[in-house]
């Protein structure tokens, strides 16, 4: 693997798996042997006899490289609930190593991986770690994925400080605009720009229809290769 990146966003719902799709097909288009994972996802739905996510599906969609469900997607959990309340009631217990196991195998099929987190950026995996602590045992730079809605900023700063209190690297951040009727949209960006320490990567409009490939237009991936 050459090229890897873990994206996280100011909370759920923010667009994280339209970007980190964004980001594989960019990827992809540049040449490179491009997959995405999602260690954790939450809100599966059983499909041919497996459950299954529709947002590993859209990183599916995204790739030039085909993972192994296991893989790609390592936990998958019925309930649209925080991951450790999901896998303590579906009777399973998320492990890091685990997580970091499957990781070293798609490393070893790709030469650039997106890898989604689940939630924030602090999101509970069990009783005792978060999808911090999976970022950290990965060790990949850290792409933030920022809702464009009232109190983002704080969202933002806080969320680049615990960042950086675990000692990754921020390399970039993406602006998606999730609100429509969000105020002062281009002074929110400002401020996000003078205060980030990272640079913009894109802004997202808000799209009729979250396609990832129509979002790639709107990123720029070269400043990460």
Not at 127 to 134: K, L, N, R, S
């Amino acid at each position: 693997m050459k090229h890897g990146f873990f994206v996280t966003g100011t909370d759920t719902g923010v667009g994280k798996t339209l970007v980190s799709a964004a980001l594989v097909y960019k990827l992809a288009q540049v040449g490179l042997r491009a997959a995405g994972m999602k260690p954790v996802a939450a809100g599966c739905v059983m499909r041919k006899g497996r459950l299954l996510s529709d947002d590993v599906e859209q990183l599916y969609a995204a790739s030039n490289v085909q993972l192994a469900p296991v893989t790609a997607n390592p936990y998958a959990l019925e309930q649209p609930l925080a991951p450790h309340i999901a896998a303590r009631q579906a009777g399973v217990g998320i492990e890091l190593a685990a997580i970091s196991d499957a990781f070293m195998g798609v490393a070893q099929e790709v030469d650039a991986l997106v890898v989604e987190g689940v939630g924030g950026f602090r999101v509970p995996l069990n009783d005792t770690e978060d999808t911090a602590d999976m970022s950290v045992l990965l060790g990949l730079p850290v792409i933030l994925v920022v809702g464009m809605r009232l109190g983002c900023l704080n969202h933002a700063l806080l969320t680049a400080e615990a960042i950086a209190s675990r000692g990754l690297v921020l390399v970039g951040w993406v602006a998606n605009h999730i609100d429509p009727d969000m105020a002062a949209v281009e002074d929110n960006l400002s401020a996000l720009r003078q205060r980030l320490p990272a640079p913009c990567l894109g802004v997202v409009p808000l799209l009729e229809r979250a396609d990832f490939r129509v979002a790639a237009a709107y990123l720029n991936t070269s400043m990460l290769l």
